[in-house]
């Protein structure tokens, strides 16, 4: 289920932007989500727990393009601008890390759908809205992993050896430097 919204065409909408991944317009929607009296632009599709991808500043939805159509494979993506992003509100103040992780924080209660939080991905806030509210973020869904094809392993990383950190070590060569 979408969030109650205003449905956006045109630029910087799912329908008026180009270099999108195949059938992204069939999946995804572009809306104006009514947060706090700051109408947000959300970008979302796909069905199951809901996942919340935000962009650091300045970027907008449209740098999660090419992993949302993977995630709505197993999770309901809601991309966000925040406002002052993209076709986010504008307001004439209010662009402090507090009043955005609040926003975000109250979208997040939208977005409950059962009553479960719903896991959050901000790539820029420095942690204010987990700082600030830690039990509205889970960070890791039960359930959730890496799509097929990615993770560790498939970038050709592999997990330490049993009783070893994975940080690996300087060899002393008792040379300065």
């Known amino acids: 289920m979408l969030l109650p919204a205003r449905t956006l065409a045109g630029f910087d909408t799912v329908t008026g932007i180009p270099h999108l991944p195949d059938g992204f317009s069939e999946v995804f929607e572009s809306s104006l989500a009514p947060v706090d009296g700051v109408g947000l632009h959300t970008v979302q ?14 970027q907008n939805w449209y740098v ?9 494979e197993c999770f309901r ?5 925040p406002r002052g992003v993209g076709r986010s509100g504008k307001p004439a103040d209010g ?7 609040a926003e975000l924080r109250s979208l997040i209660r939208q977005l409950r ?9 901000p790539r820029q806030l420095n942690g204010e809205g987990a700082a600030t509210d830690p039990d509205r973020i889970d960070d ?17 990383v592999r997990p330490p050896a049993p009783g070893r950190s994975g940080t690996p070590r300087r060899r002393r ?3 300065p430097g």
């Open 77 to 81: 993506v809601v991309a966000v601008d």
């Open 64 to 72: 999660w393009r090419f992993v949302m159509p993977r995630l709505a």
């Open 95 to 101: 662009y402090d890390t507090a009043t955005v992780a």
């Open 45 to 58: 599709g796909g069905a199951g727990a809901p996942l919340l991808l935000v962009g650091g500043w300045p």
């Open 140 to 156: 890791r869904p039960s359930g959730a992993r890496a799509p097929p094809g990615h993770g560790r392993r498939a970038a050709g």
């Open 173 to 175: 060569t008792g040379r």
């Open 113 to 121: 759908r059962p009553p479960r939080p719903p896991a959050a991905v």
